[in-house]
């Protein structure tokens, strides 16, 4: 069973920067997406950002040139490095993981029906 373990949130400044890691075991693809969501109440998830299994990553536009996604595959471990936060990215920040079924298919690391594996979630608060 795929275990997804978020930490790294907490509380900021505007202008802040933060680091999320994603601990996972127990996956055995070969091919997968691993991505970054937030969430605030009241509205729908919103897919941040992803790397697949050959190293591609995708960002949504809003955090392009501020966030960065990496993975360490010899500590199995996933991380979104979030530089010059903002107010309004305050939300409860999900780690979750899926299956790619080939290379080459790094848009289908975009969708959140891709993602099988959920982690609790991580808050992150930035405020002004």
């Known amino acids: 069973q795929v275990q997804l373990v978020e930490s790294g949130g907490g509380s900021v400044q505007a202008g802040d920067s933060l680091r999320l890691s994603c601990a996972a075991s127990?996956?055995?693809?070969?091919?997968?997406?691993m991505g970054w969501f937030r969430q605030t109440p009241g509205k729908e998830r919103e897919w941040v950002a992803a790397?697949?299994?050959?190293?591609?990553?995708n960002y949504v536009d809003s955090v392009k040139g501020r966030f960065t996604i990496s993975k360490d595959n010899a500590k199995n471990t996933l991380y979104l490095q979030m530089n010059s936060l903002k107010p309004e990215e305050t939300a409860m920040y999900y780690c979750?993981?899926?299956?790619?079924?080939?290379?080459?298919?790094?848009?289908?690391?975009?969708?959140?029906?891709?993602?099988?594996?959920w982690g609790q979630g991580t808050q992150v608060t930035v405020s002004l």
């Open positions: 979750a993981m899926g299956k790619l079924l080939a290379r080459g298919q790094a848009w289908r690391c975009r969708v959140s029906s891709t993602y099988k594996y």
């Open positions: 790397i697949d299994s050959y190293g591609t990553t």
């Open positions: 127990g996956y055995t693809y070969s091919s997968y997406c």
